[in-house]
């Protein structure tokens, strides 16, 4: 894996974690033992659910987690505003002996989840959490987008093979590389991209550009060059000049490479009236024998187009997902934030803290937190966040956090699991991610557990999600202290 995808050290991060992490040392705080978590407040592209991601290469990131010699120089040259080092070579000799020592818990890649659900909770020392914050939120948040966007693109395609094809209009060599694993979680087949397939293990598919059809004084010519090169790998791309005349060369080809004891695999579309042009040319190919070669459709292709080509009767069989898929084209970033929940006091007692703002949406939830989604027979009916020193009553009562005169009872004794699992225990890793194939199964199989309202592109069903009653209680208790109402 790239060193910048999950194996970055710790400057990873922004300038004020480090501030912090200085002045936590400082005021003799650095060892107080705290809790943060990861979560966000508003699902991306107004969607229904959001498919978690990005945990592997966070563990990663986690596991080689010190301060190098070379990390150690480049913050000694740091300078503060009166041309003085910024930090103390004392603080820097502490950075270099630290070693991570905190509790992890995460939900695992490849699970639905809801705003305000913690993805991750850091338990440790306070200067150790701190510095953790940027780089997790890095690469949580925009894998966890980019899985939910290749989600919904696969919805769209109901079944069919949808393949990857973003990198060249990625955001960069990692945005490209993250880009590819996430969408492969989210539900993609297959990816252009091949140095994502030598990492991650996914599967990689290709066709030829127009420059290769160009390049020839015959298109026929070309498509029979391209065959004899490949004969196992012959989807043409048929949309340079005319595109029904280029499915009918096409054909020809196909019928030479037939003769020689192999199948063309199909042809692509990458312009033009998508509908038409693929029913007129699965009738060219049914016609001509060919009813097992496939009909690859790409050009600015989303859920949305997708859905209204099917709704026309589009006789598309793959589905080429590039630019609006790994760059999450109609929203570029997922909201994810971290928050302190909890400082240990000396007496060994929690002391749950809680952020306040003018925004009701931006109050966080005090406390230490697990997430416990509820079932029955085969779908998911509600997850309830409660606390785990409060721990779980036998009969849930949920509130909703955006409106707390809705309230849904779950009864005792229905089925349940608790969604976030250790997977750091004192800074040593007590979890190994699975195989990328099998984040992969887990997403499908979860969403498969969701009524499909809550799937849905315009108007999603609101699955319930919401804070057991005593937590929402005692929420709303620290909020009154903090405002002096209390």
């Not at 710790?10 to 978590?37: I, R």
């Not at 993805?119 to 939120?137: S, V, Y």
């Not at 319930?464 to 209680?473: A, I, N, R, T």
Request: some cysteine; proline content about 5%.
């Amino acid at each position: 894996m790239p060193r910048n995808q999950g194996c970055a050290g710790p400057l990873l991060t922004d300038l004020y974690e480090l501030t912090m992490a200085c002045a936590y040392w400082k005021a003799g705080k650095a060892d107080q033992e705290a809790v943060f978590e990861l979560f966000f407040r508003t699902a991306p592209f107004h969607c229904g659910f959001t498919v978690a991601a990005g945990l592997a290469p966070a563990l990663d990131f986690l596991a080689g987690f010190c301060f190098t010699e070379e990390d150690r120089a480049f913050l000694a040259a740091l300078r503060g505003n009166d041309g003085q080092p910024l930090f103390d070579e004392k603080f820097l000799d502490y950075l270099g002996a630290l070693r991570f020592a905190c509790d992890v818990h995460a939900i695992p890649e490849g699970t639905a989840v809801f705003p305000l659900e913690p993805l991750l909770r850091i338990q440790g020392p306070i200067l150790q959490c701190q510095l953790l914050e940027t780089a997790l939120l890095n690469l949580i948040n925009f894998q966890s987008l980019v899985a939910t966007k290749a989600a919904r693109v696969c919805l769209a395609a109901q079944g069919e093979p949808v393949l990857e094809f973003g990198l060249r209009r990625a955001q960069g060599v990692d945005g490209a590389l993250a880009a590819s694993r996430a969408a492969h979680i989210g539900g993609c087949d297959a990816t252009s991209n091949v140095l994502a397939g030598k990492l991650y293990g996914i599967p990689v598919r290709g066709t030829h550009a127009h420059s290769w059809v160009m390049s020839f004084d015959d298109e026929r010519e070309a498509f029979r060059a391209y065959a004899e090169a490949t004969p196992n790998n012959c989807i043409f791309l048929v949309d340079t000049y005319e595109t029904l005349e280029g499915v009918r060369r096409a054909v020809e080809v196909g019928r030479w490479l037939r003769d020689r004891g192999h199948e063309m695999a199909g042809i692509r579309l990458d312009s033009g009236d998508l509908a038409w042009l693929s029913i007129e040319a699965r009738k060219i190919l049914d016609d001509a024998g060919f009813p097992n070669a496939v009909i690859v459709a790409s050009n600015e292709l989303d859920e949305h187009i997708i859905a209204s080509l099917k709704d026309q009767g589009a006789r598309i069989n793959v589905w080429g997902v590039g630019t609006k898929l790994v760059t999450a084209y109609d929203q570029p970033a997922l909201g994810g934030v971290y928050k302190l929940g909890a400082v240990r006091r000396r007496d060994g007692r929690w002391h749950y803290k809680v952020k306040l703002s003018e925004q009701t949406a931006k109050i966080s939830t005090p406390g230490i937190h697990q997430v416990r989604r509820f079932r029955s027979g085969r779908e998911f009916i509600a997850d309830a966040i409660y606390d785990v020193e409060q721990g779980a009553p036998e009969q849930f009562t949920m509130v909703d956090p955006w409106d707390p005169t809705r309230r849904k009872h779950v009864a005792p004794g229905t089925a349940f699991e608790d969604l976030l699992i250790p997977v750091f225990k004192k800074g040593r890793p007590v979890y190994q991610s699975p195989p990328l194939h099998e984040i992969r199964r887990r997403t499908q199989s979860q969403l498969a557990m969701f009524h499909p309202g809550v799937k849905r592109f315009i108007n999603p069903h609101q699955y319930p999600v919401g804070l057991e009653s005593g937590l929402y209680d005692l929420k709303t208790e620290l909020i009154l202290r903090a405002r002096g109402e209390k």
